[in-house]
Structure formats: structure tokens, C-alpha cells
């Protein structure tokens, strides 16, 4: 069973960068697409981003485009989140999930394993 555990969340001021990691364990971590999540309070869960098993192509949803990057390093069985040019609107609990759809998808449907997550703050 695969866990996923992130990381780097916190509290910055508008403007200011961060960077999320999520280590996974226990699966194959390479044969999986990756996303990450966020729920901010009193809204719905929605995708940030996603990135694919094959190629590295990624996915990013229109509100954190050009803003927010998402690599992995398969190595180190981790995926990250840089997060740049903060907006108070950023302002969630950020969560990592993995799929086999080797794609990736915007359904959180498809995740079977999900991290804890982690809060990001930002101050305006």
C-alpha cells in the first residue's frame, strides 16, 4: 500500500515563494501519476496540478498557471510543488495523491492514495 507524506507547508507573505515535497513509500513509486490537491475553507477540494508517469508532461490548473511548478524525482520517490507569486487566495490545505492512470487526471476519483496534506497561509 502506498503512503504519501508531504511536507514545506506553512505560513508567507503575499508575493513570497514555497516549495511542497511528498515522499511516497511503500509502492513502486515511478509507475504512478501524481497530483496535488487543495481545500480551502468552506470550498470543495480541487486539482493544482498533475504530472504524468512517462515524459514528465504536466497539467496546471488555470489559477496557479505560471506560477506553480510540479516535478518529480522518481529517485527519491518524491514529487514537489514549487509555489511562486503567492495570493492570499492560495491560502488551503495542499494535498498530494498518486493514480495509476498513467496520464494523470483532474478526477479525484481516479487517486487511490492520498497524503495527509499540509497547510499553506498566506498573508496579504
Known amino acids: 500500500q502506498v503512503q504519501l507524506v508531504e511536507s514545506g507547508g506553512g505560513l508567507v507573505q503575499a508575493g513570497g515563494s514555497l516549495r511542497l515535497s511528498c515522499v511516497g513509500s511503500?509502492?513502486?513509486?515511478?509507475?504512478?501519476?501524481l497530483a496535488w490537491f487543495r481545500q480551502a475553507p468552506g470550498k470543495e477540494r480541487e486539482v493544482v496540478g498533475t504530472?504524468?508517469?512517462?515524459?514528465?508532461?504536466?497539467y496546471y490548473s488555470d489559477s496557479v498557471k505560471g506560477r506553480f511548478t510540479i516535478s518529480r524525482d522518481n529517485a527519491k520517490n518524491t514529487v514537489y510543488l514549487q509555489m511562486n507569486s503567492l495570493k492570499p487566495e492560495d491560502t488551503a490545505v495542499y494535498y498530494c495523491?498518486?493514480?495509476?492512470?498513467?496520464?494523470?487526471?483532474?478526477?479525484?476519483?481516479?487517486?487511490?492514495?492520498w497524503g495527509q496534506g499540509t497547510q499553506v497561509t498566506v498573508s496579504s
Open positions: 511503500g509502492g513502486t513509486f515511478w509507475r504512478y501519476a
Open positions: 495523491a498518486s493514480t495509476t492512470t498513467s496520464g494523470g487526471s483532474v478526477d479525484q476519483m481516479r487517486y487511490n492514495y
Open positions: 504530472i504524468a508517469v512517462i515524459g514528465g508532461s504536466t
